[in-house]
T-cell receptor, first 110, second 118 residues
Framework: SQQGEEDPQALSIQEGENATMNCSYKTSINNLQWYRQNSGRGLVHLILIRSNEREKHSGRLRVTLDTSKKSSSLLITASRAADTASYFCATGTSGSRLTFGEGTQLTVNP | GAVVSQHPSRVICKSGTSVKIECRSLDFQATTMFWYRQFPKQSLMLMATSNEGSKATYEQGVEKDKFLINHASLTLSTLTVTSAHPEDSSFYIC??????????????FGSGTQLSVL
């Protein structure tokens, strides 16, 4: 079964609005990470939240983790056109590999 | 942050030829690197885990004779797509983990290689 399913698949908002993306997973995790990918490029790490944490902030990013519901959300506040990209959650378990979700394509219209 | 360099960024080749993609960690040593394949508008599919000085670990369904991985040094892993066919056309991305310092769970990614097989 797919680990790290995200919704929505696509999100289109206006500049200045907030964008919220959700990620659900199925197995126990050590941490959950969010990555960003611009079209045709590699991924860039945004933020990591550990399984014993509930919320984390980094600049305009806010991540929450609910291990009882096996879900996480990424909130981007005051979005900018430059935030347009695909966003992936990735779950880390014991060992070194990460499993990536299907991603959310965010479009921020100027 | 740590930098991973991947080359080439784009390659077009004829069917039947082999293509080598390089992934280098520029400012850290990577004992483990990961190779992914990504189709348009889809997620990353882990192909194999490259271990320095030992054989790569391939994911189920990935042909090891088709996708040769060599990790001969702590800063370089290569993926060779042998006898490439049009169905191998895809975006290939490598990543590495910097085990030094804190935050070693996160991955640093190369910029990807778009392979087009004619």
């Amino acid at each position: 079964s797919q680990q790290g399913e995200e919704d929505p698949q696509a999100l289109s908002i206006q500049e200045g609005e907030n964008a919220t993306m959700n990620c659900s997973y199925k197995t126990s995790i050590n941490n959950l990470q969010w990555y960003r990918q611009n079209s045709g490029r590699g991924l860039v790490h945004l933020i990591l939240i550990r399984s014993n944490e509930r919320e984390k902030h980094s600049g305009r990013l806010r991540v929450t983790l609910d291990t009882s519901k096996k879900s996480s959300s990424l909130l981007i506040t005051a979005s900018r056109a430059a935030d347009t990209a695909s966003y992936f959650c990735a779950t880390g378990t014991s060992g070194s590999r990460l499993t990536f979700g299907e991603g959310t394509q965010l479009t921020v219209n100027p | 942050g740590a930098v991973v360099s991947q080359h080439p960024s784009r390659v077009i080749c004829k069917s039947g030829t082999s293509v080598k993609i390089e992934c280098r960690s520029l400012d850290f040593q990577a004992t483990t690197m990961f190779w992914y394949r990504q189709f348009p508008k889809q997620s990353l599919m882990l192909m194999a885990t490259s271990n320095e000085g030992s054989k790569a670990t391939y994911e189920q369904g990935v042909e090891k004779d088709k996708f040769l991985i060599n990790h001969a040094s702590l800063t370089l892993s290569t993926l060779t797509v042998t006898s490439a066919h049009p169905e191998d056309s895809s975006f290939y991305i490598c990543s590495a983990r910097d085990h030094t310092g804190t935050g070693s769970e996160k991955l640093f990614f190369g910029s990807g290689t778009q392979l087009s097989v004619l």
